[in-house]
């Protein structure tokens, strides 16, 4: 698990998010979009053992529109 949380951190860093450029942050927020949209995130690893982890159908839908506006917003 730590090991996950080091790799993520290294990835995508959300303390370090405000020294993002623009087109960096537009950059991870597409790809969030997209693995949502392509049914990667959360990890099936992470679902494996969190049932509740998944998105229903509206809640993806919710989390992807809001990730466009912020992305759409930059």
């Keep these: ?3 996950h949380i080091k790799n993520g951190k290294e990835e995508l860093n959300f303390s370090e998010w405000a020294d993002y450029s623009d087109r960096r ?3 991870k ?3 969030i979009i997209s693995q949502i949209d392509d049914d990667n995130m959360p ?3 992470y679902t494996l053992i969190h ?3 998944s ?3 509206e809640e993806k839908k919710e989390v ?3 990730l466009t506006e912020l992305k ?3």
Excluded: G, H, P, Q
């Design 1 to 3: 698990m730590e090991k």
């Design 25 to 27: 942050k537009n950059s």
């Design 29 to 31: 927020l597409k790809s």
């Design 43 to 45: 990890l099936s690893s």
């Design 51 to 53: 049932k509740n982890a």
């Design 55 to 57: 998105f229903s159908k």
């Design 64 to 66: 992807v529109t809001w």
């Design 72 to 74: 759409d917003n930059l």
